[in-house]
């Protein structure tokens, strides 16, 4: 509201007041008039009737205490509508602790944003034949066009190595890398692991600023995240949220453990890293859940415990090495509990078929067989068998805790390496 606007309502307010004041005055100045003799009859009646006097006591106290009431009244209205001070709120602790947030955010960046790069790639589509040229006996070459995309990524070695999505490269036939400082630099493909989504660049650089993976299994459901990247091509944005939740399993892939994020990440997020507030990669985000196609506050991002073993193989080798027992399993359900003897509330996974010749074969394990621990770890569901399986290395001996027909036993099993086009586990 305009201050002329807000004056004028004072003005009527102390006006009333002024009035109100006046005849107050009026009123006094008559009583003092009358007592000092301009009405005569006035001390007659004070002298001889003593109820007189206190009546009159009386109704000057209450007429007074109307008058009070009327200030009182005129005054609050006059409090309620004045804006001739400017609301202040008193500092509190949240909002110090707000500042100070806001300041670690501030910092955060600052040291996170120079090891952030936007990823451009160029793919080459080839078009379909046209069936009337053909028909026609015109055998031209199918027209082909390029198609360019974005992305993020984040340098994690001094030396030029990029951590990123693979859905960011895929089938990409060139591949820019764009550095905070503005430097545009030719990439190349270092490794990929679709079933991850993960993938490694190299960029000609040296000595240049990067990341460090933290271990996401110490965050918790809570803690204050930031997300980079360059969504819609706009470099350098941080967003920030907290972890919603763990391990979630989308059906993205056959390794899906995400972290869920509120923090905002769009199209051209992927690929950039997920930070906690010491600026270490805690997730690398990959994908959002949406019904319009934009952000809604469903976010996931890879954790880091996952990439780093990945990114390790993909950087010494150029591929990733899972070992492999050669079972499938399912979920232990009360029903499945009842059918194999087991207590109602039994958890673990139930191995429902060994393949010949596998690990688990010659191990000894059988179909029904149901796994609750591994490496002295309590196993929940088949999803823990799967990780544990996938992140131990080809060669290497896993012991097992089964219950076989209601008796608990241990197994050691040396695990075989994974298949490639293997879609089991």
């Known amino acids: 509201m305009e201050p002329a606007a807000w004056g004028g309502r004072e003005t009527i307010c102390e006006r009333k007041q002024q009035i109100l004041l006046f005849a107050v005055f009026d009123f006094l100045l008559l009583g003092v008039s009358n007592m000092f003799g301009f009405e005569r009859g006035f001390w007659k009646l004070w002298a001889a009737?003593?109820?007189?006097?206190?009546?009159?006591?009386?109704?000057?106290?209450?007429?007074?205490?109307a008058v009070a009431g009327t200030l009182s009244f005129y005054a609050g209205v006059e409090a309620r509508g004045s804006a001739s001070a400017p609301v202040t709120?008193?500092?509190?602790?949240?909002?110090?602790?707000?500042?100070?947030?806001?300041?670690?955010?501030?910092?955060?960046?600052?040291?996170?944003?120079?090891a952030v790069v936007?990823?451009?790639?160029?793919?080459?589509?080839?078009?379909?034949?046209?069936?009337?040229?053909e028909f026609f006996g015109l055998r031209r070459a199918p027209r082909s066009y390029k198609q360019a995309s974005l992305g993020s990524g984040f340098i994690i070695d001094a030396q030029g190595l990029v951590l990123t999505n693979y859905h960011v490269v895929e089938k990409a036939s060139r591949i820019n890398v764009k550095l905070d400082s503005g430097r545009v630099l030719d990439a190349r493909v270092v490794g990929t692991d679709p079933q991850t989504d993960?993938?490694?660049?190299?960029?000609?650089?040296?000595?240049?600023?990067?990341l460090r993976l933290a271990d996401s299994n110490h965050t918790e459901v809570g803690d204050w995240v930031l997300a980079f990247g360059s969504p819609f091509g706009l470099q350098k944005t941080?967003?920030?949220?907290?972890?919603?939740?763990?391990?979630?399993?989308?059906?993205?892939?056959?390794?899906?453990?995400?972290?869920?994020?509120?923090?905002?990440?769009?199209?051209g997020n992927s690929g950039g890293p997920l930070v906690n507030l010491q600026g270490e990669v805690v997730g690398i985000n990959t994908l959002i859940l949406s019904e319009g196609g934009g952000w809604e506050g469903v976010g996931f991002a890879i954790p880091s415990s996952t990439a780093a073993g990945v990114y390790q193989q993909l950087a010494r080798s150029g591929k990733v090495s899972r070992g492999w027992l050669g079972i499938?399993?399912?979920?232990?359900?009360?029903?499945?509990?009842?059918?194999?003897?087991?207590?109602?509330?039994?958890?673990?996974?139930?191995?429902?078929?060994?393949?010949?010749?596998?690990?688990?074969?010659?191990?000894?394990?059988?179909?029904?067989?149901?796994?609750?621990?591994?490496?002295?770890?309590?196993?929940?569901?088949?999803?823990?068998?799967?990780?544990?399986?996938?992140?131990?290395?080809?060669?290497?001996?896993?012991?097992?805790?089964?219950?076989?027909?209601?008796?608990?036993m241990a197994l050691d099993v040396r695990l075989g390496e994974r298949p490639a086009d293997l879609a089991e586990r």
């Open 198 to 210: 993960l993938a490694v660049l190299k960029i000609q650089a040296s000595n240049v600023p990067y």
């Open 89 to 114: 709120v008193p500092a509190t602790p949240g909002l110090v602790s707000a500042a100070d947030l806001g300041r670690a955010f501030a910092d955060v960046a600052k040291r996170v944003e120079p």
């Open 49 to 65: 009737q003593p109820g007189f006097r206190r009546g009159l006591a009386a109704g000057i106290f209450v007429a007074l205490l």
């Open 238 to 267: 941080m967003t920030a949220g907290i972890i919603s939740a763990k391990g979630r399993v989308i059906g993205a892939g056959p390794y899906d453990d995400f972290l869920q994020t509120d923090a905002a990440i769009n199209r």
């Open 328 to 408: 499938s399993l399912e979920e232990v359900t009360p029903s499945l509990a009842q059918r194999f003897g087991l207590r109602e509330d039994a958890r673990g996974a139930l191995v429902t078929e060994v393949v010949q010749g596998s690990p688990a074969a010659r191990a000894g394990m059988h179909s029904g067989d149901v796994i609750v621990a591994i490496a002295g770890q309590g196993v929940q569901t088949a999803r823990d068998v799967s990780l544990a399986v996938a992140d131990a290395r080809p060669g290497s001996p896993l012991h097992l805790g089964l219950l076989r027909e209601g008796r608990r």
């Open 118 to 133: 936007n990823i451009n790639t160029e793919q080459v589509i080839r078009g379909i034949p046209d069936p009337f040229e």
